[in-house]
């Protein structure tokens, strides 16, 4: 019966450490989604700030 405690008590913390490690890995990637987001923005800021330079050049 102690066995099977003990067992039971070992696969919860498994169970509980990887959920931290979810945790740790799903606000990981959030941020990486941000930022990636981010980098977008300013590429599309940049490219539509190019045009624009490009055709008063080109006047």
């Not at 045009?51 to 008063?56: A, Q, V």
């Given at each position: ?46 490219q ?12």
């Open positions: 019966m102690q066995n099977v405690q003990a067992q039971l008590k070992q696969s919860l913390m498994r169970v509980y450490q990887q959920e931290d490690e979810i945790r740790e890995l799903t606000a990981g990637l959030r941020a990486e989604k941000a930022y990636v987001e981010q980098l977008q923005r300013q590429l599309e800021f940049t539509g700030n190019s045009e624009k330079d490009f055709l008063i050049l080109a006047k």
